[in-house]
Every structure is written in C-alpha cells, then in structure tokens.
C-alpha cells in the first residue's frame, strides 16, 4: 500500500461529517484509537551542509524541524482512513543556495508486531534565500490502514520524522539535538 494521495480536508468538512454521522438510527460505531503520530528518535530536526568539506556554522545550507504532527481518523468498513499532518519548518544557512529547498521526511505505519506495513519518503519544498530565509509547510497525506477486527487497530503506530543522511545524523547527535 502506498502513501502520499495529497488530499484537503477543511473544518467545515469535518463538521459536517460529524453532524451526519451523529444522526439517527443504527448501531453507534466501534469505538477505536486513532493512532498518533510518533517522531522518530534524532529524526525531528536536520541540519543540512552544501557539497563540499567544510563542516562549520557558515556551511550550513538549510536546517530543518519537525515542529508538530498529528492525526484524524474516519472508519470505513475494515479499515481506518487516517488523515497525517505534519508541520515542517526551514530556515536557510549562511550557505544557502537560491531555488529550491527540499527537505527529506518519511512515513512508516508499524503493525502490532513490530512489522512496517506501510512507509514512504516525501520532501517538504521551499523557496529560502538570504531575503527569505525562513518556511513552513503542512503537509498533509492520507492513508489507510485495513484490519479484521476492529482490536487490531490498538497496535498500529504511524512513526514519522526528518530523514538526515549518516552524516546529517552524526552531525545531530554531537551537536546534542540544540
């Protein structure tokens, strides 16, 4: 299954799908737990370098945070329709380059078992520059996560975060997650 079918979701919509739903006849639904989303540990910022050997504060090409996620879920028949959004923010570095920032993300839907069942990387796009120098994105994705028994949902985990390469990483990890 894939992820990534961008789709807008107003407050009006949700309002409305509430009012309806709450009208009469018939069963009242199964209750289940939406599943929250969960930043992965050294995933929730990014600090990126431009190409080159320099590795010191006026290299820095863009960093990036993951500054909050959360979920909305509907049931229809035997799955959950989750709606995923995440806020990301950039702010450009003394070595920005003008044009397009693109900053790597992921998605991983994780079963009761521990098992990925579901994942997908993206990339939240900016436009920084020294006379734009900070963005934020919501991003918003839909997925759905099909179950037998309604039980099945208590063990699904949607893991999210920033996706640092090795070297982006141990950069992070000395620098003590500033």
């Known amino acids: 299954m894939s992820l990534g079918k961008f789709v807008v979701r107003g407050p009006a919509a949700l309002a409305l799908a509430l009012a309806l739903g709450s009208c009469g006849g018939g069963p ?25 050997a320099g590795r010191d504060p006026r290299d820095i090409a863009y960093e990036g945070v993951l500054v909050k996620a959360g979920s909305a879920c509907k049931l229809t028949g035997n799955a959950i329709d989750v709606t995923l959004v995440m806020i990301v923010a950039a702010s450009a570095g003394p070595s920005v380059t003008p044009g397009q920032t693109r900053v790597p993300y992921f998605v991983r839907v ?53 996706k640092p390469s090795p070297e ?10 500033r």
């Open 28 to 52: 009242a639904p199964p209750s289940f737990v939406c599943p929250p989303p969960l930043t992965v540990q050294d995933a929730g910022r990014i600090t990126h370098f431009r190409e080159g």
């Open 168 to 177: 982006e990483l141990n950069y992070n990890r000395r620098a003590g997650g």
């Open 110 to 162: 994780i079963d009761g078992s521990g098992r990925v069942v579901q994942g997908q990387d993206f990339t939240a796009d900016f436009k920084l520059s020294s006379a734009s120098p900070r963005g934020e994105s919501r991003e918003e994705l839909s997925l759905s996560l099909p179950f037998g028994n309604i039980n099945d949902l208590t063990g699904y985990r949607i893991a999210v975060g920033l």
